[in-house]
């Protein structure tokens, strides 16, 4: 949900894939850290024009924007979040928000090129792809966030409880991903025809859809303590080590470690 989502999980990656071992800034206190800045408070978005991010892949922003204003979608804005560009100074990157012409859905499109050493690493032995296209689609009913991405196999944090999250893998077609989002929703207004879904009239209204969800993610984390012990043995395969529970503690411990 959101790019922030997908650069927490990005960073989880990172963390155990080496943090396990302890190297400077990549332990669990550095990883609670970034989850606790990540989290920690309201997001800051603000308009921006391509232009401004040289390195983004911009045929991939305008297929999108053709592709979905084919479908009856709506261009909103350019966005940057800013708070997550602070956190991550090396993987700036921009959002496209549009909304269909029901008003039910917001959707949301970015280019994510994760840089640094450490990133570079990992792609190089194939546990991160160099480049992210993501096509997100998202529906607030009757109180749950119903999402729908191409990010299956990259997204390693589970979704709130308030969250229905459905996962396609990284290349799969724009327009599937919508004709699945629509179905789904679709589905579940046939189901619940009780839940009535937000509207989203304005940039305003998708922005304040945004953050909401922010406040959902943000809840869910604290609960978890960062990060939960199912996520850690997922990601792993198989049960905790010593110095992997060691590794959970120091990330669910709010002190410095």
Same mark, same amino acid.
């Given at each position: ?50 232009v ?70 990992l ?9 992210l ?42 327009? =599937?991903?919508?004709? +699945?989002?629509?179905? $789904? ?5 046939? &189901?619940?025809?009780? #839940?009535?879904?937000? /509207? ?7 922005l ?21 012990? =199912?996520?850690?043995? +997922?990601?792993?395969? $198989?049960?905790?080590?010593a110095?992997? &529970?060691?590794?959970l #503690?120091?990330?669910? /411990?709010?002190?410095?470690?």
């Amino acid at each position: 949900m959101e790019v922030f989502f997908l650069m927490m999980s990005m960073w989880l990656v990172v963390a155990v894939a080496l943090g396990l071992r302890r190297p400077k800034g990549l332990g669990g206190t550095a990883l609670r850290a970034r989850l606790d800045a990540v989290y920690g408070e309201p997001h800051e978005l603000s308009r921006v024009t391509p232009v401004a991010f040289p390195e983004a892949d911009h045929e991939f922003y305008d297929r999108a924007r053709q592709g979905l204003e084919a479908k009856g979608y709506t261009w909103l804005a350019d966005v940057e979040d800013l708070t997550l560009s602070r956190i991550y100074p090396q993987n700036r990157t921009f959002m496209r928000l549009f909304v269909d012409a029901g008003r039910m859905i917001r959707a949301n499109a970015y280019h994510l090129h994760p840089r640094g050493v450490v990133v570079s690493l990992l792609q190089l032995v194939q546990l991160y792809p160099r480049h992210l296209r993501v096509i997100e689609l998202c529906s607030e009913i009757g109180g749950q966030f119903v999402v729908t991405s191409n990010t299956h196999g990259v997204d390693r944090l589970e979704p709130p409880p308030e969250a229905k999250v459905e996962r396609m893998p990284l290349q799969s077609k724009l327009l =599937d991903v919508v004709a +699945r989002h629509e179905n $789904r929703i679709t589905e579940m207004l046939r &189901e619940h025809p009780e #839940r009535t879904p937000t /509207s989203f009239e304005t940039f305003e209204e998708v922005l304040a859809s945004i953050a909401r969800a922010h406040v959902v993610m943000a809840r869910h984390r604290q609960k978890v303590g960062g990060l939960s012990r =199912d996520e850690l043995e +997922r990601l792993k395969g $198989r049960p905790l080590t010593a110095s992997e &529970e060691a590794f959970l #503690r120091e990330v669910q /411990s709010r002190e410095p470690g």
